[in-house]
């Protein structure tokens, strides 16, 4: 216990041997002496009730355990057992190691899968999630008689690979809720802001010389006062983000962490003020151009270089190849290339290339006439838009 005090585990496995509390185990002990049955269940109990100290440990702590058995083991009815299976943070589910690779050659070297009913409990719903697949008979299962059950106390790979991302999954879960937790009151410090640019009691202004009247933006705000995280939107928003060109899944915190900085600087320039919807339709007739967010993974999945940009909808109608900034082919920059080597082996006319990326290219041309756009989740609040 010492240990785990010190090491601090995030996650405690505890399988104790369940050799009797078994069902086959509990058929041997008819054969035992006595004696020898009652010093091994002590010991397998001393055993298991240590798993169960270390188990309420780590709820103390805030941390997450794992505990296998088989379904029919008597373990299940131990006081200690039981009371643990009763916390209201605790769960449990029953899963069929067949669906996880178990299997074990029979006396003629044919290997069968073997089901091995296994009931799991743990502190983590995700990791049950990934543990609770129930066979489909659609195959024959082995015996686990004639010495063969030792075997199947090991764990097939599969087995540990769903375990392992059990973990991840509640990491992942966890990590999520305390960012919603954290940007709760940056949250309601938005809302705040936000009420006070706007007077809801003003009638619509009129889009005139280039002003409108009335209503403040929050060009003037600073950057760390409007910048909210995805936790403003739906669960779903959060859980998930993809590269627009791979459609392979982006890790959260970069691209919330790249959306910020978007929106930072968004808000150095001023891209926009504050006006409410109706004004839109009052001014223009129509509903605000929408927006949406492109995120690009610059690096690659060992290197990540994550990019995030907020893009306007309405460019569909009049594209034209002046509209567009043109890339140098892939050709062209092999030519460059051979011809500065070229030129460098030779010692003539040796030359020097240099290629600029610019990370941030944005619009900044006056606007002539009235550009109503929807804010992004993390600034958008009912009844209001960009302009």
């Not at 067949?98 to 799991?120: E, Q, S």
């Amino acid at each position: 216990m010492e240990i785990i005090e010190n090491d601090d585990p995030d996650w405690v496995i505890g399988c104790p041997p369940c050799t009797d509390f078994s069902v086959l185990g509990r058929s041997n002990h008819r054969r035992m002496d006595p004696d020898e049955v009652r010093r091994r269940m002590r010991e397998a109990r001393t055993h298991l009730h240590f798993c169960v100290q270390v188990y309420h440990n780590q709820l103390s702590r805030g941390k997450d355990f794992l505990h296998e058995h088989p379904l029919g083991a008597s373990s299940w009815r131990e006081e200690g057992i039981e009371v643990l299976a009763n916390d209201p943070r605790v769960s449990t589910v029953v899963g069929d190691l067949c669906r996880y690779d178990l299997k074990i050659a029979d006396a003629n070297g044919i290997v069968k899968p073997i089901k091995k009913p296994t009931r799991w409990m743990s502190s983590s719903s995700e990791m049950l999630e990934r543990l609770k697949k129930r066979c489909d008979g659609s195959h024959q299962h082995g015996s686990l008689l004639d010495g063969k059950a030792k075997y199947a106390a090991i764990w097939p790979n599969r087995l540990c690979i769903d375990i392992l991302k059990g973990m991840r999954d509640t990491a992942f879960s966890r990590e999520v809720k305390e960012e919603f937790d954290r940007y709760a009151e940056v949250e309601n410090s938005i809302t705040s802001m936000l009420m006070s640019f706007i007077d809801y009691g003003e009638t619509a202004c009129e889009y005139k010389h280039g002003a409108s009247r009335g209503l403040r933006g929050i060009g003037t705000a600073p950057p760390e006062r409007i910048l909210a995280s995805t936790a403003l939107g739906t669960w779903s928003e959060k859980l998930r983000y993809y590269d627009e060109m791979t459609n392979i899944e982006l890790p959260a915190k970069l691209v919330e962490a790249a959306r910020a900085e978007e929106l930072e600087y968004f808000n150095s320039l001023p891209v926009w003020d504050i006006a409410r919807t109706q004004e839109c339709w009052d001014v223009t007739g129509k509903p605000p151009i929408s927006t949406k967010w492109v995120d690009v993974n610059k690096g690659d999945q060992e290197s990540y270089d994550v990019r995030s940009r907020l893009v306007a909808r309405e460019m569909g109608g009049g594209k034209n190849d002046e509209f567009y900034a043109p890339t140098p082919p892939l050709e062209d920059k092999r030519l460059l290339f051979s011809e500065a080597a070229t030129c460098r082996r030779t010692g003539k006319n040796e030359k020097k290339l240099l290629f600029v990326d610019a990370r941030k290219a944005y619009f900044n041309a006056k606007v002539d006439r009235p550009t109503y756009v929807a804010l992004p989740a993390e600034v958008s609040r009912p009844g209001v838009r960009g302009r």
